[in-house]
Nanobody
Framework: EVQLVQPGAELRNPGARVKVSCKAS????????IDWVRQAPGQGLEWMGRIHPEDGEITYAQKFQGRVTFTADTSTSAVYVELSSLRSEDTAVYYC??????????WGQGTQVTVSS
């Protein structure tokens, strides 16, 4: 069974950074791109970028360039998104999603990131 497991919630102060994990299981970890997508309250899904765990190929959405870092750890089958200089507008649910030939075929359950002083 394919699973993408994320932590439940993170709380940070403005200006801090957060690193969210996504642990994959049930398939060959290096065989699929993983995308990061977020959804702020009352907003639609926003694509942040993607990483290929095998070769580390990364594409960042222009909006997040310079503030976001994706990494992959093949020894633990996990990918990570780290977002720095957090502001209130970064409050959102952050999802990892596995890419397939069509739409995403598996999603993590989402991590609520709250930025508040």
């Amino acid at each position: 069974e394919v699973q993408l497991v994320q932590p439940g919630a993170e709380l940070r102060n403005p200006g801090a950074r957060v690193k969210v994990s996504c642990k994959a299981s049930g398939y060959i970890f290096t065989s699929h791109y993983i995308d990061w997508v977020r959804q702020a309250p009352g907003q639609g899904l926003e694509w942040m970028g993607r990483i290929h765990p095998e070769d580390g190929e990364i594409t960042y959405a222009q909006k997040f360039q310079g503030r976001v870092t994706f990494t992959a750890d093949t020894s633990t089958s996990a990918v990570y998104v780290e977002l720095s200089s957090l502001r209130s507008e970064d409050t959102a649910v952050y999802y990892c999603a596995r890419c397939s030939a069509g739409p995403y075929d598996y999603w993590g359950q989402g991590t609520q990131v709250t930025v508040s002083s």
